[in-house]
């Protein structure tokens, strides 16, 4: 067995199975290693500031009852904001006040094993079918999805599942999730077996085979109008690869923002103004 596998269990306190240790046993594994975040991600005072505005709600979905907070009259049409892995719906809080005082009731969550919200495991497939259920129980006229990083790429899988906001804001999007998948295999130091192994547990635990959730696939039935802000210099997500998904998507439009690196873009007051403006304008 991988010394890299047992020790990345280890880190994320995931129990390494009993003997004998055949290649299913260790991917499956190695899927629950993929699969569980780390709740590392503190509120810092800002974020805390942004909460304290909102409505704390807790809404019933097949995942658990999801940590929700809520700015704006109830009336007014809804925009959710996805917040990426290992992160929490305050990071996105930069945007409330601005959405609201352009008319909007603004939505962001903590996603299962994140943050306040039940669950050990949070994959894009699971929160895009959950964006379904939130959206739901919030009632009203769904405006804009806005997701950061894996909050982008589950925002858009959202579509797939019925789905149908006016528009897309996506903060530095991973073009699919085979990237990442790739990258923790090798990081766990998988032998090639075991790696078979670890994809097949993957999609039999998510629904999903990681080079379907791909935004290429999306871009080519464009759902809707979609604006992408990133920094070319991320170095969590690729640019060009980005780059690559708007020009394929009708109505899609890429923004570079340099310096704002993979975090910081959340925050940004251009940025900001950038993402209300383009919702203010979608009919």
């Known amino acids: 067995m991988s010394v890299s596998l047992i020790e990345s269990a280890r880190r994320r306190g995931v129990a390494v199975p009993p003997e004998p240790h055949t290649p299913a046993v260790l991917g499956e594994l190695a899927a629950s290693i993929f699969l569980h975040p780390l709740r590392t991600g503190r509120r810092v005072p800002r974020e805390e500031r942004y909460l304290e505005t909102a409505r704390r709600l807790t809404v019933p979905t097949t995942a658990g009852g999801l940590a929700v907070w809520e700015w704006g009259a109830v009336t007014a049409p809804l925009v959710l904001l996805v917040h990426g892995w290992e992160g929490h719906g305050a990071q996105l809080g930069a945007l409330a006040a601005p959405?609201?005082?352009?008319?909007?009731?603004v939505q962001?969550?903590?996603?299962?094993?994140?943050?306040?919200?039940?669950?050990?495991?949070?994959?894009?497939?699971?929160?895009?079918?959950?964006?379904?259920?939130?959206?739901?129980?919030?009632?009203g006229e769904l405006?804009?999805?806005?997701?950061?990083?894996?909050?982008?790429a589950a925002a858009a899988m959202s579509t797939q599942y019925g789905l149908k906001p006016r528009g897309l804001v996506l903060l530095a999007p991973p073009l699919s999730?085979?990237?990442?998948?790739?990258?923790?295999?090798?990081?766990?130091?998988?032998?090639?077996e075991v790696e078979v192994e670890f994809f097949a547990a993957i999609e039999r635990r998510t629904g999903v085979r990681p080079a379907e959730a791909n935004l290429l696939n999306l871009a080519r039935r464009a759902p809707c109008p979609m604006l992408a802000l990133h920094d070319p210099a991320d170095t969590?997500?690729?640019?060009?690869?980005?780059?690559?998904?708007?020009a394929e998507w009708r109505e899609g439009r890429l923004i570079p923002c340099p310096g704002r690196g993979h975090y910081r873009i959340m925050s940004t007051p251009e940025v900001v103004r950038l993402a209300v403006e383009f919702i203010a304008a979608l009919r």
């Open 108 to 139: 962001t969550f903590d996603a299962p094993g994140h943050g306040e919200s039940p669950g050990d495991e949070a994959s894009v497939p699971q929160i895009a079918r959950l964006l379904p259920e939130l959206t739901a129980a919030a009632g």
């Open 143 to 152: 405006r804009a999805l806005l997701g950061h990083s894996m909050g982008a």
């Open 236 to 246: 969590d997500t690729s640019y060009a690869e980005a780059e690559k998904v708007v």
């Open 177 to 192: 999730q085979m990237e990442r998948t790739l990258r923790v295999a090798r990081r766990m130091e998988l032998a090639p």
């Open 99 to 105: 959405l609201v005082a352009a008319g909007f009731r």
